[in-house]
């Protein structure tokens, strides 16, 4: 089994694009999606068509996701994004958005659990980025692996008796019993790459590799700044932040 592993694409079209033509040469049979499909990007409709077109095996709803559906309150968010999320609702249609608030933000599906924010509190959307964090998300964690996403930092941690925290562009699982891993996003990269970020999962081989690939980020700028949504957000795409 190999599953192809996006999220956070934060309604980047260009950057999505980028990453469905890199999964051409990735042979796949499994598409996790972790969440947040919209926010702080211009093409909110474009991503939402191609996510259902890709039928993913599983997709959890992200904050933004909720937010622009009216299920999470907006005083959560930073005013850039507050502003983001707003757009998106005026210019998605109600069965758009209705869809966005309709998957779950954690779902566990065979060998694998799929959440935007952490394992043990799916629905707080807190970040899962410490080695505590990890801890307190493998107490609840019943599958041997976890994607989660909401940080945009990709990141892997290994179970054991003390939780090790691995970054790289290829993760070697080892005999950990269980992983929690982020691949990164999609439509807005926070390591300071700007490149789009994808994951490809070898289950027998347990093997993670995280995939990096260039996109248009000025298109994506400009149809930010046309939008008359705040400029930083385009800004930011540049320099991965
Ligand atoms: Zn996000």
């Not at 298109?219 to 400029?231: H, K, S, Y």
Request: glycine share 8%; net charge negative; aromatic share 8%.
């Amino acid at each position: 089994m190999r599953y192809a592993i996006l999220g956070d694409i934060h309604s980047n079209v260009e950057a999505l694009r980028a990453v469905l033509d890199a999964l051409d040469q990735q042979p796949f049979n499994g598409l996790l999606c972790t969440g947040d499909l919209v926010g702080y990007g211009a093409s909110p409709r474009e991503v939402i068509r191609l996510v259902r077109d890709l039928e993913p095996t599983v997709l959890v709803g992200g904050n933004h996701d909720w937010a622009a559906a009216g299920r999470l309150p907006l005083e959560y968010f930073n005013p850039f994004a507050r502003d983001a999320i707003l757009w998106t609702r005026k210019v998605l249609d109600r069965h758009d958005l209705e869809w966005l608030g309709r998957h779950p933000a954690l779902v566990v599906r065979g060998d694998v659990t799929v959440s935007h924010g952490t394992i043990h509190d799916p629905e707080a959307f807190d970040y899962l980025q410490s080695a505590y964090d990890a801890h307190l998300s493998f107490s609840q964690l019943r599958t041997p692996y976890a994607f989660v996403g909401h940080s945009h930092v990709p990141v892997t941690f290994r179970s054991g008796t003390a939780v090790t925290y691995m970054i790289g562009d290829v993760v070697e699982l080892g005999d950990a019993a269980q992983a929690v891993m982020n691949v990164g996003s999609v439509g807005q990269p926070r390591d300071e790459d700007p490149r789009a970020a994808f994951g490809i999962f070898d289950v027998k081989s347990r093997t993670l590799e995280v995939h990096r690939v260039e996109y248009d980020v000025e298109a994506a700028a400009a149809r930010i700044r046309e939008a008359g949504l705040p400029e930083f957000l385009g800004d930011r795409l540049r320099i991965g932040r």
